[in-house]
């Protein structure tokens, strides 16, 4: 079963700070692309000099991104920037954005502090695969700060969105935080601190009884609080099973919320000298009706008009556009046997098992390790880059569904890295758990 609990987070005193716009951040994984430096000059109170500090080179055991961070929690909490809520509460968290349509929609969530559970426990369970890289940062922050202050995505089961109804019967008033972030700068930002004991067991009660919860953003930051919770447990076997460490701050969103919105991860080939253009598409031709149209805007439309069609990509080049549509599908049951059908459909799957490895010879190792790879929410890089370049080519994928990650869930299967983007991010300020030894929910 799925236990969570209301929590009393650490928040930004409004009053202390000039604007709330002005110290959240994205999550750490994005806080790239010389973002690091935008949110520094924002305000001295960013909450990413905490979650992505700048590194020094007379950085040391004792001085260093880690204990910057600890000195920054403390320093902020004594002087009252941050501030400890005074009761426990769930955190409503409702994103307002526009889609390409021009339609406004809201994505609603809850902030809360989840029980962990390993993933063969069958509660929550993983889509993508992870590196030990991100793993190993996040660990040495929690040691040194025994706080969390991003969230884990998850996303759980809840047909009718029940709990989002019990939720709207108790933030019929101003939210207490809105906000809009730098990055992201057109999404509206509200969060609402619900306090109501009987609320909050209401929700707790219903999401008592949930299973296949899945991760939908953050693998690596749930996998080192599990890490972490091994250290603790060694370190204090006495802790009551209610203690900090033992849970995780999450922001749940249920897989029927109609504001779900998943955008695509377009792929960026760089620095290839194997094959050349003609050579791949040549290649190609044995599994794919290959297409050459006029232009990016034409690529786009097409995608955009293929609706659930297998194996339906773009490949871009210096020689052209084209639309490529798999006509061999039983290649992947030769490629993947003992992968589920679910995964095997997967575009992202078919690019990286028949087009990088076995079409143009890209060792599975370079993929996992992001060698000559670049991942692209917005394909414009990777179109410029193609332009009269004979080593590089960009890959345009359509966004996967919701029903093909919880299709390969069920099945057990972990997707291709960056298979998902969940539009919009989680934001990190909002809300933070502390996790020390003495801390219990």
Not at 91 to 109: C, D, E, M, N
Not at 161 to 188: C, M, S, W, Y
Not at 216 to 239: I, K
Not at 300 to 309: F, I, V
């Amino acid at each position: 079963m799925a236990t969570i609990k209301p929590f009393r987070a650490i928040r930004y005193d409004q009053n202390k700070i000039d604007s709330i716009n002005n110290v959240i951040s994205q999550p750490y994984d994005r806080v790239r692309y010389g973002l690091q430096d935008q949110y520094y000059d924002l305000s001295p109170y960013n909450v990413t000099r905490i979650i992505k500090g700048k590194e020094s080179e007379n950085d040391s055991e004792t001085n260093n991104v880690y204990t910057r961070a600890n000195d920054y929690l403390n320093q902020w909490l004594e002087e009252g920037i941050l501030m400890r809520e005074d009761q426990p509460a769930y955190y409503v968290y409702h994103q307002s954005f526009s889609l390409p349509s021009g339609r406004t929609i809201t994505r609603k969530a809850f902030i809360n502090a989840f029980e962990l559970s390993g993933f063969d426990e069958g509660i929550v369970l993983p889509h993508e695969k992870t590196h030990a890289g991100p793993k190993v940062d996040r660990l040495n922050l929690t040691r040194a700060t025994e706080t969390y202050f991003g969230n884990i995505f998850m996303l759980y089961p809840d047909p009718e969105n029940r709990i989002d109804g019990i939720f709207e019967t108790a933030i019929q008033r101003p939210p207490d935080i809105e906000a809009k972030e730098l990055h992201e700068k057109d999404v509206l930002h509200q969060v609402w601190a619900v306090k109501d004991p009987e609320v909050l067991a209401k929700v707790s009660a219903e999401m008592a009884s949930k299973t296949n919860l899945i991760i939908a953003d953050g693998h690596h930051r749930y996998e080192t609080a599990l890490n972490y919770q091994a250290e603790m447990r060694e370190r204090h076997p006495e802790a009551p099973a209610n203690a900090g460490f033992n849970y995780r701050m999450v922001a749940m969103v249920s897989m029927s919320d109609p504001g779900l919105t998943i955008l695509p991860t377009h792929r960026l080939i760089f620095d290839y000298q194997q094959l050349s253009s003609d050579e791949i598409l040549s290649r190609a031709e044995s599994y794919f009706q290959v297409e050459k149209l006029q232009d990016r805007a034409e690529l786009e439309k097409r995608l955009a008009t293929s609706g659930q069609s297998v194996g339906v990509m773009g490949f871009v080049s210096s020689q052209g556009h084209y639309l490529l549509h798999l006509t061999a599908p039983e290649v992947m049951a030769k490629l993947a046997p003992n992968r589920a059908q679910a995964w095997r459909d997967l575009d992202v799957s078919i690019l990286h098992s028949l087009l990088l490895t076995k079409i143009m010879e890209v060792d599975q190792k370079k993929i996992d390790d992001l060698v000559n790879i670049k991942y692209l929410r917005e394909p414009d890089l990777g179109y410029d880059e193609v332009k009269g370049s004979d080593s590089a080519f960009l890959f345009i994928l359509k966004p996967t569904r919701i029903e093909q990650v919880t299709a390969c869930t069920d099945a057990g299967e972990k997707m291709p890295q960056k298979s998902t983007d969940f539009y919009p991010k989680i934001i990190t300020g909002f809300a933070m758990l502390p996790v020390q030894a003495t801390e219990t929910l």
